[in-house]
């Protein structure tokens, strides 16, 4: 791999003579996995930094959401949005579950809570929206919804940590929110994710339910599965999260680096994110345009010549996966708007070790 490569993110470790002291307890207690003392301190901790009630760690953020389809007991159909992850719908058909896709809101490229009514049948339970690229959905429109037709919502917020909208964090709506800390995220722990709740009373379930479905030493009252984060991901975690706030805000000044340089350029559009009060810059997608005089595909070829290696986030949509591509919902004409976007979008590199030449050479390539 070239030292010149310039990928669209670059994972944020901490000092490596940071981790040694908790690898060296982790050795003297042999305590690895299962609840250990740094998997309990780094949910207090995370409880704390991301102003919320509970937190269940867990491996990953895949894992996390098709735990928290089964805490909530979700059947039938599941309205979601088809510009995400495929893990988001993956989720839904591991548990069964029929995703019905969406059409999202061109502005936010979130599920288009104008569209959710419409979707509803007698088998719908749920809604799964997804913060993309960390930007809020439209949460107090969602959260009427979901009351009026008696409906949970989870959300996928694997791009929000650290994410504010108007009252406080993102992560405190709907009925459970997951998180997802893979290598790629703002916050990571190698692999890992969440659940975030609100009562206790549901944390013991999911903390059942991410360790078998036991709930003492011989007694299994449901199927659960494995979904434990070992004591080595929750010491990363904790140094991850010492060094949050300088991650944070460097990603914030290149954001604006980018805002600058691209704000101006005739067929380039910035995605501007005024849906969250608190940002975490985890993406920088930008709109390739028809008037930019050539196409997001040819752009990013371009890029890649210079070994600047941005990536088409959400392309392929979900919904043209073999796997959902025959379902009604994944109709052309019911998502004009999550089509486009796939088309159009292009993310840039942003992580906080980029150098401010680097963001400047990407930006003169897309200026000319
Ligand atoms: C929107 C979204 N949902 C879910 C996931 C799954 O998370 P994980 O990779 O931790 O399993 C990811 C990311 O990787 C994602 O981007």
């Given at each position: 791999?070239?030292?010149?490569?310039?990928?669209?993110?670059?994972?944020?470790?901490?000092?490596?003579?940071?981790?040694?002291?908790?690898?060296?307890?982790?050795?003297?207690?042999?305590?690895?996995?299962?609840?250990?003392?740094?998997?309990?301190?780094?949910?207090?901790?995370?409880?704390?930094?991301?102003?919320?009630?509970?937190?269940?760690?867990?491996?990953?953020?895949?894992?996390?959401?098709?735990?928290?389809?089964?805490?909530?007991?979700?059947?039938?159909?599941?309205?979601?949005?088809?510009?995400?992850?495929?893990a988001t719908a993956n989720?839904?058909?591991?548990?069964?579950?029929?995703?019905?896709?969406?059409?999202?809101?061109?502005?936010?490229?979130?599920?288009?809570?104008?569209?959710?009514?419409?979707?509803?049948?007698?088998?719908?339970?749920?809604?799964?929206?997804?913060?993309?690229?960390?930007?809020?959905?439209?949460?107090?429109?969602?959260?009427?919804?979901?009351?009026?037709?008696?409906?949970?919502?989870?959300?996928?917020?694997?791009?929000?940590?650290g994410v504010s909208c108007?009252?406080?964090?993102?992560?405190?709506?709907?009925?459970?929110?997951?998180?997802?800390?893979?290598?790629?995220?703002?916050?990571?722990?190698?692999?890992?994710?969440?659940?975030?709740?609100?009562?206790?009373?549901?944390?013991?379930?999911?903390?059942?339910?991410?360790?078998?479905?036991?709930?003492?030493?011989?007694?299994?009252?449901?199927?659960?599965?494995?979904?434990?984060?070992?004591?080595?991901?929750?010491?990363?975690?904790?140094?991850?999260?010492?060094?949050?706030?300088?991650?944070?805000?460097?990603?914030?000044?290149?954001?604006?680096?980018?805002?600058?340089?691209?704000?101006?350029?005739?067929?380039?559009?910035?995605?501007?994110?005024?849906?969250?009060?608190?940002?975490?810059?985890?993406?920088?997608?930008?709109?390739?345009?028809?008037?930019?005089?050539?196409?997001?595909?040819?752009?990013?070829?371009?890029?890649?010549?210079?070994?600047?290696?941005?990536?088409?986030?959400?392309?392929?949509?979900?919904?043209?996966?073999?796997?959902?591509?025959?379902?009604?919902?994944?109709?052309?004409?019911?998502?004009?708007?999550?089509?486009?976007?796939?088309?159009?979008?292009?993310?840039?590199?942003?992580?906080?070790?980029?150098?401010?030449?680097?963001?400047?050479?990407?930006?003169?390539?897309?200026?000319?």
């Amino acid at each position: 791999m070239s030292t010149n490569n310039i990928y669209v993110t670059q994972p944020s470790l901490p000092p490596l003579e940071e981790f040694l002291p908790y690898l060296e307890n982790i050795w003297s207690t042999k305590i690895l996995t299962n609840g250990g003392p740094y998997h309990q301190q780094l949910e207090e901790e995370l409880c704390k930094y991301l102003g919320v009630k509970h937190i269940s760690l867990f491996n990953n953020g895949t894992i996390a959401l098709i735990t928290a389809l089964q805490a909530l007991k979700i059947s039938g159909e599941v309205i979601t949005t088809p510009y995400s992850f495929v893990a988001t719908a993956n989720s839904l058909l591991w548990n069964n579950i029929k995703p019905v896709f969406i059409d999202i809101d061109r502005k936010s490229l979130n599920l288009d809570p104008n569209k959710i009514e419409a979707a509803i049948t007698d088998r719908t339970t749920a809604i799964l929206p997804v913060h993309c690229y960390g930007t809020a959905c439209d949460v107090d429109q969602i959260e009427k919804i979901a009351q009026r037709h008696k409906l949970k919502v989870i959300y996928d917020a694997a791009h929000a940590f650290g994410v504010s909208c108007h009252c406080g964090s993102v992560l405190n709506h709907g009925d459970l929110s997951i998180l997802s800390f893979h290598a790629t995220k703002v916050f990571n722990t190698f692999e890992g994710g969440a659940i975030i709740c609100k009562d206790n009373a549901m944390k013991n379930h999911i903390d059942n339910l991410k360790n078998f479905g036991f709930i003492n030493e011989t007694t299994v009252i449901e199927s659960g599965i494995n979904g434990k984060m070992s004591e080595l991901n929750a010491a990363v975690g904790l140094l991850q999260l010492k060094h949050i706030t300088t991650a944070l805000k460097k990603r914030q000044v290149i954001a604006h680096q980018y805002n600058q340089g691209l704000s101006k350029i005739p067929g380039i559009t910035i995605l501007e994110n005024n849906y969250s009060s608190k940002a975490n810059h985890s993406y920088y997608p930008i709109f390739v345009e028809n008037n930019y005089g050539i196409t997001r595909d040819q752009l990013y070829q371009k890029l890649k010549e210079q070994n600047i290696f941005t990536r088409r986030y959400f392309y392929p949509l979900i919904s043209d996966f073999p796997t959902y591509k025959n379902l009604y919902s994944t109709s052309m004409h019911l998502l004009h708007n999550a089509n486009e976007a796939a088309n159009k979008i292009l993310c840039l590199p942003i992580y906080p070790d980029l150098e401010d030449s680097s963001v400047n050479k990407i930006i003169d390539l897309i200026a000319n």
